[in-house]
C-alpha cells in the first residue's frame, strides 16, 4: 500500500519538474526612458529540444505599454537545449513614476499548454525637469532676434502671372508695329551694306573693265532688286526686267552692262552703273515708305 501511494506521488510531481525544464527572462535594455521613448525588453527561453515554445505577439496585451515592434531571433541548441529569444520595442505614456512588464511563454504540450512568466521588469520614468521652482526668474534680454521670413509664393505667383499677361497684351497690341520697326532698321543696314558693295565694285570696273567685274556688278544689283521685290531678278534676262519694271530706259542699261561681258565694251558704263543705283535707292524707298504706312495705319 505504501509503495502505490509512493508511485502516485511521483506521477503527481512529475508534470512539475518537468515544467521547472523551462527558463524564462526579461529585462529592458535601459533602467529609464522619456515619455514616449521607443525601449526595448528583451524577453530569453531556454528549454529541451524536444519542446514546443511560442512568444506572445502584437495580439498580446502590453499595457501600460505601447507595442511598437517586435524583433525574432533564430533558435540556437546546444547539447540538447534550446534558447529562444525575441525584443519588443515598446513606448511608455504613463506618468506613473515606474511601470512593470512581465511577458509570458507559451509550452503547448500534447494535450494542453503551459504558461511561464518573465521575472517582473522596471522601467523607470525620467522626467525632462529635475523640479519646478516656485518662482519663476525670467532671464533679461533686450536683443531682437532675427525671425525666418517665409517665402510667399502665392504672392510670387501672382506677380509673375501679372507680368505675363502685361507682357502678352504689350505684345499683341505693338508687335505689328515693333516687326515694322525691326524690318526698317534692317532695310536700312542692308541698304548701306549694298551702297559699299555698290560703291567697291564700280570702282573695280572703272579700273579693270573685264567680264568678271561686270558679271559681279550685275550679279549684286539683280540680287539686292530680288530681295527689296521678291521678283526672281537674277533669273530674268533684260528684256524680262524691263517688262517688270515697265522701264525702257533700264534694258539699254543692261545692255550695255552686258556689251562689256559679251563685247568687252566698256563705253557707257558709268552712265550704266549711276542709272541702276538709282533705280535701287528708288525700290528701297518705296519698299521703307510701304511699311511705314502699314506701321501707321495697325
Known amino acids: 500500500m ?46 529541451p529540444e524536444s519542446s514546443q515554445v511560442f512568444f506572445p505577439d502584437s495580439t498580446y496585451d502590453f499595457s501600460p505599454l505601447v507595442l511598437l515592434e517586435k524583433k525574432t531571433y533564430l533558435s540556437a ?23 512593470y512588464l512581465s511577458l509570458p511563454v507559451y509550452e503547448v504540450n500534447r494535450y494542453d499548454s503551459l504558461t511561464y512568466y518573465s521575472n517582473e521588469a522596471e522601467l523607470k520614468l525620467k522626467l525632462m525637469l529635475d523640479s519646478i521652482p516656485e518662482e519663476l526668474a525670467f532671464k533679461e534680454n533686450n536683443v531682437y532676434q532675427p525671425l525666418e521670413k517665409s517665402f510667399n509664393w502665392l504672392m510670387i505667383g501672382l506677380v509673375a ?53 561686270a558679271d559681279e556688278l550685275t550679279g549684286l544689283w539683280k540680287g539686292y532688286m530680288e530681295h527689296l521685290t521678291g521678283q526672281p531678278y537674277q533669273e530674268w534676262t533684260s ?23 559679251y563685247a568687252g565694251d566698256t563705253s557707257g558704263s558709268q552712265l550704266a552703273t549711276d542709272y541702276l543705283l538709282d533705280l535701287a535707292r528708288k525700290t528701297f524707298q518705296e519698299k521703307l515708305t510701304r511699311i511705314n504706312h502699314e506701321r501707321a495705319s495697325a
Not at 506521488?9 to 529592458?28: D, I, K, M, T
Not at 546546444?78 to 511601470?99: H, I, M, Q, R, W
Not at 516687326?179 to 532698321?185: L, S
Request: charged residues 25%; glycine residues 6%; proline residues 2%.
Open 239 to 261: 528684256k524680262e526686267i524691263a517688262e517688270a519694271l515697265q522701264d525702257v530706259e533700264i534694258l539699254k542699261v543692261l545692255r550695255a552692262l552686258d556689251k562689256i561681258i
Open 77 to 99: 541548441t546546444n547539447e540538447g537545449t534550446t534558447l529562444d529569444s525575441a525584443v519588443y520595442y515598446v513606448s511608455n505614456f504613463s506618468l506613473d513614476p515606474s511601470v
Open 161 to 213: 502671372g501679372a507680368v505675363i499677361l502685361l507682357l502678352g497684351a504689350f505684345f499683341l497690341l505693338f508687335f505689328k508695329r515693333i516687326k515694322d520697326f525691326i524690318q526698317v532698321r534692317s532695310e536700312k543696314a542692308r541698304w548701306k551694306r549694298f551702297q559699299k558693295k555698290w560703291s567697291k565694285q564700280t570702282e573695280l570696273l572703272k579700273s579693270k573693265p573685264t567680264i568678271e567685274t
Open 2 to 47: 505504501g509503495r502505490i501511494l509512493a508511485f502516485i506521488c511521483f506521477l503527481g510531481f512529475l508534470p512539475l519538474a518537468w515544467s521547472q525544464q523551462v527558463e524564462v527572462e526579461g529585462y529592458f535594455t535601459q533602467d529609464s526612458a522619456r515619455l514616449g521613448e521607443r525601449v526595448g525588453f528583451v524577453l530569453k527561453a531556454k528549454y
